[in-house]
Each structure stands twice: as C-alpha cells, then as structure tokens.
C-alpha cells in the first residue's frame, strides 16, 4: 500500500513536470535545440533521481522480493522436477522389476508345473501298482480264507463224524488203554 | 485279598488249638459243614444285612451250630468270627483252613472228570499218578461229564491234565483245520 502511494506521488510529479503537455498546447513540434535537450535531460535526471529517492528502496526490495520468490519458486520447481525425476526413476525400475518378477514368476510357474505333472504321474502310476498289489493280495487273502473256512467246515464235520463213531464203539477196554496212557504221560512228567 | 488274608488269619487260630491231627480234620468237616449252611443264599442274605442286629447274627449262628451238633471249639470259634463281624467270610475261613490242614497232612485235592462212572481201580490208576506228580496223597473229588467220550480230565494244584478223548479228538479236529 505504502509502495502504491510513493507510485501515486511519483507518477504525478511526473506527469507536471512533463513539459510534452505544454508543448503541445503550442501548435506543431519545432526543431530540436540545445535548449530543449537539456531542458529534457535535466528533466529526466530529476524524474530519476525522485524515483530513486522515493520509489528506489521499494522497487529494490519489490524486486528483491520477487527475485527471492523467483528462486524458491525455482528451487521448488527444481525439487519437485528432481522428485518426479526420482519417481519417474522407481517406476521405470518398478516396470523394469515386475517384468522381471513377471518372467521369473512365469518360469516357476512353469518349473513347478511340470514337477507337479511329473509327481502326478508317478503318484497315479504308484497308484495303479498298489491297486494292483491290494487287488492281488485280497484276492490270495479271500482264496486263503476260503481253503481255511473250507478246511475248518471239513475238520469240523470229520471231528464230529469220528466223535459219533468213537463214542458208538467205545469199549472198557479203551477207557482202560486211555488212563493207562494218562497215568504214564503223568509218571512221565513226574520224573521230569 | 483283605477278606483272604482275614480268612487265614482266622483258619491260622483254629488250626494253632489242637496238635491231634484227627481232631483238626473233625474240626475241617465241622468247619465246612457250617460255611456250607452260611454261603446258602437264604441264610447268607440275612448274615449280610445290615437291618439285622449283630446280636441277632451272633444268636442265628449259635443256633445254626447248635442245630449241626458241631463241637465246642468250633462253636467258639465261630461264635469269635461272629463277633468280630466275618459271619460271610465263614467260607473262606473253611477253604483256607481246608488248605492249611491239607498242607499239614501233607496231601492235595484233585477234581477229576471221567467220562462214565470210573471203577475204584480206574481212580485208583488215576490217583496213583497224580500222586507221582504232587508227591502228596490225593483227595479226589469225582465227576462225570458224558461229552468226554473217554479218559479223564485232572485238575491239580492250579494245573490242569487232560486226558480226555473228546480233547484228543478236539486236537485232531484242530491240526486238520490248519
């Protein structure tokens, strides 16, 4: 506001003492004279030396001001270009990585396919050989349950049959050869 | 185990009154002839209710040993196991004193199983062995089991011999089965 004022007064000195007002409320412009030319230049010293003794402090510090917001600005400008620099940098080697990653990625997928078809095959060819080895073994298991059951059914009618026959013609003399057996299986096994 | 230990202890006292052997085996008979009528159910289900007064036991006992006509110690003694509340370990005092007196006579108790009747010269066959074997005289208890076929089934001190017909024809059966 003070710097607008101090424009004001020196804008307005200015413009009185500008002499081209005069000059033209006298018709058409004469030739230059040696006159006329130092009227203007010590016009003009005088315009510079008020503006230098009323406006030059501000306008110095006007435009140190804006120099200084200038740089910052710039300093900012260059930060944030740096930054982006940076960012720009990491995406690039972001993209670059995740190509990579993407490759690598696909490579073990790949790998790990491969290894699972192998392991699948052999886990299905192991399969089929167990199924076959259970198959087999079940197969004797049942044929060898089937004899036994089938031997167990024969001993057992053939035990029954020789109890009846035994029981039917058993005589004293059997009883008498069956304890007389007994009692030396005894003795037997009273000297031991 | 308690109740066998108790049992022993008692059998162990009866056994230390008298050194006359025949009086021990009068005192055994006399013994189980009264643990046969407490183990009834009918009579053991009265000594073991507790609704019933020990008084009243003791007084049941002295008349159930009044009515077996049993000997004076005897009847002392039990009337000491009723006291001390063993009425229903009775039995167990007959057994263990049956066992103690046969340790002392020097003789054990085989069960033999015939499969008929045998004659008295068949148990004797049969004793003889057993006899062998325990190095003790063998009192035999007798039964008849017509599945045996033939032979006899002894069982001795825990051990169990066979001799059966119906076992060999058993064991027949089995290896023929394998």
């Not at chain 1, 804008?11 to 002499?19: Q, W």
């Not at chain 1, 130092?38 to 110095?60: D, H, T």
């Not at chain 1, 089937?146 to 035994?166: D, H, I, N, P």
């Not at chain 2, 069982?155 to 059966?164: A, F, H, I, P, V």
Request: aromatic letters at 6%.
């Amino acid at each position: 506001m003070k710097i607008l004022s101090r424009f004001t007064i020196a804008t307005i000195v200015t413009v009185l003492l500008c002499p081209a007002l005069a000059l033209a409320a006298e018709g058409a412009e004469e030739p230059g004279t040696w006159h006329a030319l130092v009227f203007y230049i010590i016009n003009f010293a005088l315009f510079v030396w008020i503006v230098k003794r009323f406006g030059g402090p501000q306008i110095s510090a006007f435009f140190q001001n804006r120099a200084r917001n200038i740089r910052a600005n710039l300093g900012r400008a260059g930060d944030a270009l740096k930054e982006a620099q940076k960012l720009a940098r990491q995406a690039a080697e972001l993209t670059a990585g995740l190509a990579a990653e993407k490759n690598r990625i696909g490579a073990e997928l790949a790998e790990e396919t491969a290894y699972q078809v192998k392991s699948l095959g052999a886990m299905g060819r192991e399969s089929v050989a167990r199924i076959k080895r259970d198959a087999a073994l079940s197969v004797a298991a049942a044929r060898e349950a089937g004899q036994r059951r089938l031997r167990e059914s024969l001993a057992a009618a053939a035990g029954g049959l020789a109890k009846e026959l035994v029981r039917r013609d058993f005589q004293a003399g059997d009883q008498a050869r069956l304890l007389a057996n007994f009692v030396g299986r005894l003795n037997e096994e009273a000297r031991n | 185990m308690k109740s066998s230990k108790v049992a022993k202890r008692y059998a162990r006292a009866l056994l230390g009154l008298s050194t006359d052997n025949a009086q021990l085996e009068i005192w055994g008979a006399e013994l189980e002839r009264l643990a046969r009528i407490v183990a009834s159910p009918e009579i053991a289900v009265t000594f073991a209710s507790p609704e019933v007064a020990p008084a009243t036991k003791l007084e049941a006992l002295a008349k159930i040993a009044e009515k077996l006509e049993l000997s004076y110690p005897v009847r002392s003694f039990a009337a000491v196991v009723a006291r001390h509340g063993r009425i229903e370990d009775l039995p167990a005092v007959a057994e263990a004193y049956r066992r103690m007196l046969d340790d002392l006579m020097g003789r054990a108790r085989a069960v033999l199983t015939f499969a008929q009747t045998p004659a008295d010269h068949e148990l004797a066959q049969v004793l003889s062995g057993l006899e062998a074997i325990a190095h003790k005289k063998i009192i035999p208890t007798v039964n008849v089991d017509a599945t045996l076929i033939g032979g006899v089934v002894a069982e001795l001190e825990g051990k169990t011999y066979d001799g059966s017909l119906a076992s060999r024809l058993a064991e027949a059966a089995r290896r023929l089965a394998s």
